[in-house]
Every structure is written in structure tokens, then in C-alpha cells.
T-cell receptor, first 112, second 114 residues
């Protein structure tokens, strides 16, 4: 069965370190998204991609970057982790316009 | 601007009671509407979706939702709640700005009393 996976599931890091969160999908979807989930804020869009070599900023993109070298993967990089980036991160993918997004299980990131 | 409002942060119901979770949206045209459920420590799972046609939509786990254009609402209902329904529920609307993006409400946490 097709799926979307994230790794690691839990990560503890220190302020200032670079961190990369992996997202891999086997749906063969062109569209991929990264969200962060914080209490009281619901899901906020960080970055998204509509295909290989395409990346776009979401509403909370400062301090984050993504790259898309193939259809299956959209890694999220925190260039210099900050305590404000402690959160749960979700990756999602979707097919054609209007289709639902399929979510990964999430990565809980703690920045000390 | 497009937005989604879930006015209830928490709702508590007794097991076996009926449930209605509210969702209101602001959108320039007829949107695509979604309800997702998130169990603790899990990702989001799609419950149901509305694109067009019949305004009463059936989903998984016995849930249904009704699209009311005049009220800009897409409320989620279930006639008899089970303890396993305790979770957080998110309403979403899209596509946004001629894109594939969705905008999510802030969620409603459902607690179920035994």
C-alpha cells in the first residue's frame, strides 16, 4: 500500500544546530507540504512543493528550507535551530487539485 | 481572506450521545471541504470530503457532514459517539489561491465521558 513516512519520529537537538527532517511518500504525488502543529495554532504551512525542483514558502517559512530532487522526498531543514521551533512537524502529499492531503505520522522536535 | 473557524475548542459528550462539531468558512467560491481526525500521537486521517453534488456527505467511522452554502458551514455529525472517537478534529477548506493548498481550522478536541 502507498504511504507517507517521516523520520525521525522524535528528535532532540540544541539551539544553533542544523536539523533535517525526512519525508518520503510512495503515492507518486506531485504535491508535498510541510506543516507545524502547535497548541492553539492548529496546522501552519511552512513550505510546499508542486513537483521536482519546485519549492514555495508558506505562512511560517522563516528559519526553514526545503529542496525537491525527486518525486518521493521533501526534506525539511532547520538551518540553525531555535527554541521557538520546538513543535510537531507533519508532512503531507496530494494528487490533483482538490484532492485530499495524506499525512505522515509526524516528527516531534525539541530544541533545547 | 479565506479562513476556517471552528468555534469550539473543546467538546465533551457522553458515550452514546449524538455529536455535532461546527465549522464555518470564508471563501470566494464553492470550496472543497474536508474533515480530518487526529488521534493522540498520530497524523491526520481524512474522515470525509465535499467537492460537489449531494450536500450531505458520508464518511468513515459513521460520521457525516452537511454543506450549507447559505450559512457557509460544514458541520460534522455522528448519531452515537463511541469512546474511541475521542480525538482532535480539524476542518479544512481548499484549494487556496488557485493552488493545491488547504487552510485548516484550529481544531476541536472531543472528550467522551463513559
Amino acid at each position: 500500500d502507498a504511504e507517507i513516512t517521516q523520520s525521525p519520529r522524535h528528535k532532540i537537538t540544541e539551539t544553533g544546530r542544523q536539523v533535517t527532517l525526512a519525508c518520503h511518500q510512495t503515492w507518486n504525488h506531485n504535491n508535498m507540504f510541510w506543516y507545524r502543529q502547535d497548541l492553539g495554532h492548529g496546522l501552519r504551512l511552512i513550505h510546499y512543493s508542486y513537483g521536482v525542483h519546485d519549492t514555495n514558502k508558506g505562512e511560517v517559512s522563516d528559519g526553514y528550507s526545503v529542496s525537491r530532487s525527486n518525486t518521493e522526498d521533501l526534506p525539511l531543514t532547520l538551518e540553525s535551530a531555535a527554541s521557538s521551533q520546538t513543535s510537531v512537524y507533519f508532512c503531507a502529499s496530494s494528487g490533483d487539485r482538490g484532492n485530499e492531503q495524506f499525512f505522515g505520522p509526524g516528527t516531534r522536535l525539541t530544541v533545547l | 481572506a479565506q479562513s476556517v473557524t471552528q468555534p469550539d475548542i473543546h467538546i465533551t459528550v457522553s458515550e452514546g450521545a449524538s455529536l455535532e462539531l461546527r465549522c464555518n468558512y470564508s471563501y470566494g467560491a464553492t470550496p472543497y471541504l474536508f474533515w480530518y481526525v487526529q488521534s493522540p500521537g498520530q497524523g491526520l486521517q481524512l474522515l470525509l470530503k465535499y467537492f460537489s453534488g449531494d450536500t450531505l456527505v458520508q464518511g468513515i467511522k459513521g460520521f457525516e457532514a452537511e454543506f450549507k452554502r447559505s450559512q457557509s458551514s460544514f458541520n460534522l455529525r455522528k448519531p452515537s459517539v463511541h469512546w474511541s472517537d475521542a480525538a482532535e478534529y480539524f476542518c479544512a477548506v481548499g484549494p487556496m489561491d488557485s493552488s493545491y493548498k488547504l487552510i485548516f481550522g484550529s481544531g476541536t478536541r472531543l472528550l467522551v465521558r463513559p
